[in-house]
């Protein structure tokens, strides 16, 4: 037996591993079997390519609890260890077999699988164990070996009687950390970041039905059938996929495949994904993936952290940003690259340039995708829509390369259930909507019901208008408005549809410019100068006679400050402020300028104001009470 100290250059370093190596002290089951299959996958190579002699076998990592001796313990059959291999992997942290591993097969270890990270990782067991057995085998001649370290740098080394080839960690878990001996957290952890390890992961054994025992039925003397019980057997619980959908080409696999894969990922999701995208690349940078469009809500933070990072088959993380485009951040799905390292902090992930390969990439494909979706079946491309479009218009805002793509397959609908790209749009409405200055005037609601008479009033005129609800639209059309020429966007409820779209022709009033002075005056009295700006304007007599409009500058800033507009605090704390336009020409508004009776004229405009308020959901309360009760008046 020897003993001697661990080559560390800190005097004691456990106590810092303790506290900082990890934020989460349940991440030493991911370094610990992350090892144990790095041993296995090692091996498997070796022997692959002629440097073992062992045989490889159906290898498994087995995890154990032994709770009345308050120990874990973590079983490999991979490539084990010599006494001097221990010597120089564990006690000289410097040192990191991985990469002496990968340098020495460099050539032929190329995807092979290989974490390489046997180093540090380790060390990451004292963090819940005050003392750690290894007990281990070689796979060459070498005899078995069993180090012990009670958590100072001081440790043992001496002779072992195991005679299989692998390696078992024993973790003596510490009074603090007893939580892990329970059988129901080591398996949530198992679950959390070994779900999908590319090595078998036995935890303890199930009963199931023996396949090899068929039951007999038999008839007793009345006739009644009796069928005897399944016969049990009992098997190793292998509580991972080996091989889950996003390790094989996309040619393997079917539709189906994609969708069960989905409902491994995520067992309490009812709904279908919508589609998935399958990343495959292996150059300028490793990355394979499965990624899902789920269906959306129009709620921006609902469905982050639903994407899962990995390395190498190891569970990273789930949260994402700066490796996926923040759009994508509210898809689903996996992602898996060897680029990624597993234990950095978020800053140095966002200005590593491996990542930002990776996020231009994802950008790249998943346009790609919805491209070809678009092109391959449009009508079901139009009828997911409305499921997918808050991802593909918040791509367009935030990232220019997915912007210049989107022409391909945003869509734009109409309050009449139509579907138009940019291009098709241009060009269906250019001839009716282009104004008298040249400038094309794209109309658009948000509410076809609150909104239906503007619409009503635009339809009239031969105009199309879009239906474009989602919560970032402002945003989006300003971005639209300073990237495509001489247009601009107008909801149909932000002036009078003569005024959206001027054109060369105007109304004449019926009315002399006296008696305008006269009503502007009348009106003013009446109406509350603090919330409505009074224009008078000449339309057609049928038209409505008082149109209230809110200036689409100020609605646009409000709505952009609300979802997150910066700079634009000041619109939200001024007040509602609405355009209310008279038409000088309706039989009403005559008849309110002569009236003889002031209380009768008063009366008129206030009743004419409260509906065109009450069409806009601007009545409420005791308003709209007094309103209601006025009404009933008027009928008696």
């Known amino acids: 037996m020897t003993k001697g100290n661990i080559n560390v250059s800190v005097e004691n370093i456990f106590p810092l591993i303790k506290k900082f190596l990890y934020s989460d002290h349940e991440i030493f089951l991911r370094e610990l079997i992350s090892n144990a299959t790095d041993a296995t996958l090692k091996l498997k190579h070796l022997t692959s390519i002629g440097e073992s002699k062992s045989d490889y076998g159906n290898p498994i990592i087995e995890v154990k609890i032994d709770k009345e001796g308050k120990k874990l313990h973590i079983i490999d059959q991979g490539l084990g260890m010599s006494a001097k291999e221990v010597e120089k992997y564990i006690n000289q942290v410097a040192f990191s077999g991985a990469e002496e591993f990968l340098d020495k097969y460099k050539d032929s270890a190329k995807d092979s699988g290989i974490i390489g990270h046997f180093g540090l990782g380790f060390y990451s067991a004292f963090m819940v164990a005050e003392k750690v057995e290894i007990i281990t085998k070689s796979h060459t001649d070498a005899p078995a070996a069993h180090w012990t370290c009670d958590g100072s740098p001081e440790f043992t080394l001496e002779a072992s009687d195991r005679t299989e080839r692998g390696t078992e960690i024993i973790l003596h878990i510490a009074e603090d950390s007893t939580e892990f001996l329970e059988e129901n957290r ?12 590319p090595v078998p992961i036995k935890f303890g054994t199930k009963e199931i039905n023996d396949p090899e025992f068929t039951p007999k039925t038999t008839k007793d003397k009345d006739g009644k059938e009796t069928t005897e019980p399944h016969k049990k057997i009992t098997v190793d619980n292998i509580i991972n996929n080996p091989n889950p959908a996003w390790t094989k080409q996309p040619t393997e696999l079917e539709d189906v495949d994609y969708k069960n894969f989905y409902r491994e990922l995520y067992p309490a999701q009812f709904e279908e994904p919508l589609f998935h995208i399958h990343l495959n690349v292996d150059y300028p940078f490793n990355l394979t993936g499965i990624l899902y469009f789920p269906k959306m809500t129009n709620d921006l933070n609902m469905q982050k952290d639903k994407i899962q990072l990995y390395q190498n088959q190891v569970y990273v993380t789930d949260n994402v940003e700066g490796i996926v485009p923040e759009f994508l951040t509210m898809l689903r799905g996996v992602i898996d690259s060897p680029d990624i390292p597993l234990n950095v902090s978020r800053s140095y992930l966002q200005a590593d340039g491996a990542v930002k390969k990776i996020s231009s990439y994802i950008t790249r494909k998943v346009a790609d995708k919805l491209k070809s979706l678009f092109n391959e079946n449009r009508e079901d491309f139009e009828q997911k829509w409305d499921d997918i479009k808050i991802v593909i218009e918040y791509g367009m805002l935030s990232e220019d390369k997915f912007f210049e793509k989107a022409d391909a397959f945003a869509l734009y609908p109409t309050v009449d259930g139509k579907f138009y790209t940019y291009d098709e749009l241009f060009n269906k409405i250019k001839a009716n909507q282009t104004d008298k200055d040249g400038k094309l005037v794209i109309l658009y609601a948000s509410d076809k019901d ?8 635009a339809k009239s005129k031969g105009y199309e208008v879009l239906l474009l609800d989602s919560p970032i639209v402002s945003h989006l059309i300003q971005k639209l408005e300073t990237s495509k020429e001489n247009i601009s966007f107008a909801r149909v409820d932000g002036d009078h549809i003569n005024n959206l779209i001027k054109k060369d022709e105007t109304a004449i009033s019926k009315l002399s410019e006296e008696e305008k002075t006269t009503l502007d005056t009348l009106l003013k009295e009446v109406i509350p100068q603090e919330k409505f700006s009074v224009q008078l304007e000449a339309s ?9 409009t809110q200036p689409e500058f100020m609605r646009r800033m409000k709505e952009m400050q ?6 634009m605090q000041m619109f939200g704390n001024m007040p509602e402020m609405y355009n209310l336009i008279v038409n000088t020409n309706s039989d009403l508004v005559n008849e309110i300028l002569n009236t003889k009776t002031k209380k009768k004229q008063e009366r008129l405009i206030t009743q004419s104001l409260d509906l065109a308020r009450l069409s806009q959901g601007l009545l409420k309360g005791e308003e709209l009470t007094n309103f209601i009760k006025r009404s009933y008046e008027m009928i008696k």
């Open 186 to 197: 080591i398996r949530e952890l198992l679950s959390k970041y070994n779900k999908f390890m």
């Open 540 to 548: 057609d007599s049928d038209a409505s006679p008082f149109i209230i």
């Open 562 to 567: 609300q979802t997150g507009g910066g700079g």
């Open 450 to 457: 609150a909104q239906h008479s503007y619409i009503e009033s």
